[in-house]
């Protein structure tokens, strides 16, 4: 079960445990209905133990889900570009957000928004979000930025790293709860492999999203801003 969220496990444990028991003493077997609703509930809070590749040329998807989207080239508001590759999480999916490679934690952000369907593109815009930007560790350029995006049954994002902390590739750092999105944005140039398409299943702290050529140019300096 993920750490991010105690008080939700908790409650639904003893609740589910109550319900079994009561239907239990006045119906029999329909108690099995209780026990099989707590059990889904319990589901979407679970959190496998992963073994991320050890490969420092590799950025890792952050979520598990399916592609939606490979963007290149997109402006940022600081005049860079950006490689976007956007994934969906189902209610169905491992929700933990894990990091897509090494780095240290440079900002994070918080904004306020919608909580439109995660299957709208208008939520890539318009809905509550929370965006870590990491410096990432060589031979990877930055800033790296991960930006978790509510849906519309996601109404609480959990971001636990903070500024400095230094993550390893894979490292679990928060989760978005029920449905949602979740973006990986890396500098745009021409040294990226990008290894996957809409439509690809995912795994975070699994799946090689992108993969740095050996040919590649020498990362630059990350910028020091703020998350956008």
């Given at each position: 079960?993920?750490?991010?969220?105690?008080l939700?496990?908790?409650?639904?444990?003893?609740?589910?445990?109550?319900?079994?028991?009561?239907?239990?003493?006045?119906?029999?077997?329909?108690?099995?209905?209780?026990a099989?609703?707590?059990?889904?509930?319990?589901?979407?809070?679970?959190d496998?133990?992963?073994?991320?590749?050890?490969?420092?040329?590799?950025?890792?998807?952050?979520?598990?889900g399916?592609?939606?989207?490979?963007?290149?080239?997109?402006?940022t508001?600081?005049?860079?570009?950006?490689?976007?590759?956007?994934?969906?999480?189902s209610?169905?999916?491992?929700?933990?957000?894990?990091?897509?490679?090494?780095?240290?934690?440079?900002?994070?952000?918080?904004?306020?928004g919608?909580?439109?369907?995660?299957?709208?593109?208008?939520?890539?815009?318009?809905?509550?979000?929370?965006?870590?930007?990491?410096?990432?560790?060589?031979?990877?350029?930055?800033?790296?930025?991960?930006?978790?995006?509510?849906?519309v049954?996601?109404?609480?994002?959990?971001?636990a790293?903070?500024?400095?902390?230094?993550?390893?590739?894979?490292?679990?750092?928060?989760?978005?709860?029920?449905g949602?999105?979740?973006?990986?944005?890396?500098?745009e140039?021409?040294?990226?492999?990008?290894?996957?398409?809409?439509?690809?299943?995912v795994?975070?702290?699994l799946t090689?999203?992108?993969?740095?050529?050996?040919?590649?140019?020498?990362?630059?300096?990350?910028?020091?801003?703020?998350?956008?």
């Amino acid at each position: 079960m993920t750490p991010y969220a105690r008080l939700e496990i908790t409650l639904i444990t003893l609740l589910g445990a109550v319900a079994t028991a009561v239907v239990a003493w006045w119906a029999g077997p329909a108690a099995l209905l209780p026990a099989l609703l707590s059990a889904a509930l319990l589901a979407f809070y679970r959190d496998p133990h992963r073994t991320p590749p050890r490969d420092p040329a590799a950025v890792l998807a952050a979520a598990d889900g399916t592609i939606v989207s490979v963007r290149r080239a997109v402006p940022t508001p600081d005049g860079r570009r950006e490689l976007r590759i956007m994934t969906f999480l189902s209610v169905f999916s491992v929700h933990v957000n894990r990091s897509p490679c090494a780095g240290r934690v440079l900002a994070t952000a918080y904004k306020p928004g919608a909580f439109l369907n995660a299957l709208n593109p208008a939520a890539d815009d318009r809905n509550e979000s929370h965006t870590l930007v990491l410096e990432p560790a060589a031979p990877l350029p930055g800033p790296v930025t991960v930006r978790q995006i509510a849906g519309v049954l996601a109404r609480r994002i959990v971001c636990a790293a903070r500024p400095q902390d230094q993550l390893t590739a894979g490292q679990r750092f928060g989760m978005i709860k029920l449905g949602s999105r979740t973006e990986v944005c890396l500098p745009e140039d021409t040294g990226w492999e990008v290894l996957v398409a809409p439509g690809d299943k995912v795994r975070a702290g699994l799946t090689v999203l992108a993969r740095r050529r050996a040919d590649a140019p020498a990362p630059v300096a990350v910028p020091r801003s703020d998350a956008r």
